[in-house]
């Protein structure tokens, strides 16, 4: 193999990182014909990937335009430009609209993908350009037993979002979990899927039932395996080589010693962002002032990427509408004395919830977007107060569709109850008490919510109005309005949500097409960044979901082309094409 020659190690490409845009990089750059290392710093590849839904907001999809989805290429933009305003003229915006459709359909021609479409997936927001559906694309489900060996090198689902070890997909199959005591059908295959767990339990010891950000990455890391892309674990990145104004190096750490590569065309940054880096965060995250982050991101992405950027010059940009990928958070006792971030992605907009504040009064419409949750919770919290807020649904609700970790029947609660993670009382002025929240405020709220809710309304604040209202909620709900339920049925149950993300949208600054730029805005030759590790295309706005795997391995597709000299949709050619003759004497010379 290239990469290891005469007793040292040497590549054309160096990835550090192994999410999904990394992987993706990998193989565009092997199937281009270059040798590349993939360097993980963990013992387990995937990243934040592997922890995710797995969706990938891309506009105009071969899937979409299969199914008859064929969208005018200006109407994407308009809503972009609806969103973004000053941050729509990033020229990286129109590489990856430009090259998307064409990363999923590479993808997908070469055998290291099957897609499925998410053609009734809504845009988040209702404005002018908006899609009902057939912007979004995600990974079939896999078994996890073609990965062969491999299979122990995932990342493994997020723990707290399983069910003891088995990921649960989003659409029809959640919907089978969350119907289940009401249909034969659903519980069918339900029965099916928890069976065999537990036959993969006991003879593989963990789920090979792989879905949504499992199953993305697992595919990608079978297919960049194939292809002979050396995978190194345990080997982070520590610094980069810098001669003459160009990458030429790097140093990764083996079972403790420094490991010196030599690269020859280039380095990809691509280590997941800053999530777990409160140093960099002071000053851009306004509540740190009361309380730590609590990202559900993995704990080890802690923005060794943008160190060593800034190490060679890179600009870092921080000003963005947003620096993080906001999420409401519960935390979960670990039984260590810890606790883990369970993000609410699913519950807040079914029938029968609603979230208050610490005065015990609504200030959101709970089925917006994660994102939006947090940022208008920061907006109201007033100086000197602690932003935090409850998620308050009823006994029905809760049963059916569970609260944050706490489950659904036929689980039972009390271990929930004890650790102190899930309030209870038998009426609201109870739940009030357990919150220390005002229980007239509560009951007032309440009873104003219930109201309207019956009718399927919320005057206040309109949930259940939009598209993406409406898929957030409840399909087979019987009342006129899929998102909304009175709260009737105690006793009642909350659980507290804090500030968290998902990850970062601040990064290192690049060029159209993925370079790293300097502070003062040059290239800096054969350096790379991509993922969250770069600034996000989209200005630290939130448009859709998948708006951070979708760019994210579109310009993995896009930088390892660039490097390869190949060709790249919107962008001028390069003479990096003219160093493979170069490079090939170098390999011979190895």
Known sequence: ?????????????????????????????????????????????????????????????????????VEDAETPRRYLRALLGNRANDPRLEVFLNNGPEM????????????RDGNKVPDFYDHDGAALGGRSVTAAPVDGRELGPLIDKLRPPRDILTLGGMAINSGADMAHFFNATRSPASMWHVTKRLARHAVDLATRRRSMQLVGGNALVARLLKAAAERGVTLWSDSPVTDLTLADGRVTGATVTQNGKARQIEVRKGVILAAGGFPHDPA????????LDKRPHASAAPVTNTGDGLRIAERLGAGIDMELA????????SQVPDGKGGVKNFPHLVDRGKPGFLAVDSHGKRFVNEAVSYHDFIKTLLAVT??????????ICDHRAQRQFGIGWAKPFPFPL??????????????????AAQCGVPAAALDRTVTLFNAHARDGRDPEFHRGETPYNRVSGWAKHKGPNPSLAPLEHGPFYAVKLIPGSLGTFAG??????????????????????????AASIMGGHYPSGGITLGPGMTFGY????????????????????DDTQDIEIQRKEA
């Open 414 to 431: 009390g271990a929930f109850l004890r650790s102190g993670y899930l309030k209870r009382g038998r009426t609201l002025t109870d739940l």
């Open 280 to 287: 960099r965060q002071k000053g851009h995250f306004a509540h």
């Open 1 to 69: 193999m290239d990469s290891e020659l005469a007793g040292r190690a040497a590549c054309d490409v160096l990835i550090m990182g192994s999410g999904a845009a990394a992987l993706c990089a990998a193989i565009t750059a092997k199937e281009a014909g270059l040798d590349v290392i993939v360097a993980e710093k963990t013992e387990v590849f995937g990243g934040t990937s592997a922890w995710s839904g797995g969706w990938l907001w891309v506009p105009r999809n071969p899937l979409a335009v299969r199914a008859g989805i």
């Open 104 to 115: 999923i359909g590479f993808l997908e021609e070469i055998g290291a993908m099957n897609w």
């Open 558 to 577: 896009v930088t390892a082309r660039r490097l390869a000299g190949l060709p790249v949709t919107g962008l001028p050619e390069t003479n990096l094409q």
């Open 508 to 533: 290192i600054k690049t060029g159209a097409d993925g370079q790293v730029l300097s502070k003062t805005g040059a290239p800096i030759e054969g350096l790379y960044a991509i993922g969250n590790d």
């Open 382 to 391: 007033t100086e000197g107060e602690t932003p935090e807020a409850w998620l």
């Open 322 to 329: 947003e620096p993080a990928a906001w999420a409401p958070v």
